[in-house]
T-cell receptor, first 112, second 112 residues
Framework: DAKTTQPPSMDCAEGRAANLPCNHS???????VYWYRQIHSQGPQYIIH???NNETNEMASLIITEDRKSSTLILPHATLRDTAVYYC?????????????FGQGTILTVHP | ETGVTQSPTHLIKTRGQQVTLRCSSQ?????VSWYQQALGQGPQFIFQ???????GRGNFPPRFSGLQFPNYSSELNVNALELDDSALYLC???????????FGPGTRLLVL
């Protein structure tokens, strides 16, 4: 599975959009980008995933560059409850035997 | 719809003992994956159970073993506990081993 690089930490003001970048320059054509987050003392929470098209759900939007070497998770109106560690994971769907490889992630702090 | 539950929430053991952790998967899910999360680190994949059989394993020694039952709930057993086994143990359920996984709150194990 391709390796990902994320900034260790980011800040965001409450009510503003939080844009979390992820670099995955070695991604191959059949690998998906998944995003999870982990709020302190809780289990990780699935947010969104995509292959090459931009995706949106009730939690967030995922923007993947045309060359697929990077992506951005967008929380459109961040709240204090969005403070968490955000993990970007690249994986070949259906062949990973459920193995998600978590890196260090990005600590997002949303402040009032 | 019932989410993923884990028991116990906290556990204290001494070195050399054995421990069993339990996980009930989300309704409709047939796959359970287990992860170990040391303090300050991302979760590390231990193994996955699909339809009562181990279906993928991470870099963990054989003293980490598991079971999955016909109702798809699962157990993680760790023998000969070591101090480094102190961690948060997370289980995640999914459908057919897919990468969209739903995590439980975890069991925090302390080995003294």
């Amino acid at each position: 599975d391709a390796k990902t690089t994320q900034p260790p930490s980011m800040d965001c003001a409450e009510g503003r959009a939080a844009n979390l970048p992820c670099n995955h320059s070695t991604i191959s054509g059949n690998e998906y980008v998944y995003w999870y987050r982990q709020i302190h003392s809780q289990g990780p929470q699935y947010i969104i995933h995509g292959l090459k098209n931009n995706e949106t759900n009730e939690m967030a939007s995922l923007i993947i560059t045309e060359d697929r070497k990077s992506s951005t998770l967008i929380l459109p109106h961040a709240t204090l409850r969005d403070t968490a560690v955000y993990y970007c994971i690249v994986v070949k769907s259906g062949t990973s035997y459920g193995k998600l490889t978590f890196g260090q992630g990005t600590i997002l702090t949303v402040h009032p | 719809e019932t989410g993923v539950t884990q028991s116990p929430t906290h556990l204290i053991k001494t070195r050399g003992q054995q421990v069993t952790l339990r996980c009930s998967s989300q309704s409709g899910h047939n796959t359970v994956s287990w992860y170990q999360q040391a303090l300050g680190q991302g979760p590390q994949f231990i193994f996955q159970y699909y339809r009562e059989e181990e279906n993928g394993r991470g870099n963990f020694p054989p003293r980490f073993s598991g079971l999955q039952f016909p109702n798809y709930s699962s157990e993680l057993n760790v023998n000969a506990l070591e101090l480094d086994d102190s961690a948060l143990y997370l289980c995640a359920s999914s459908l057919d081993g897919m990468e969209t996984q739903y995590f439980g709150p975890g069991t925090r194990l302390l080995v003294l």
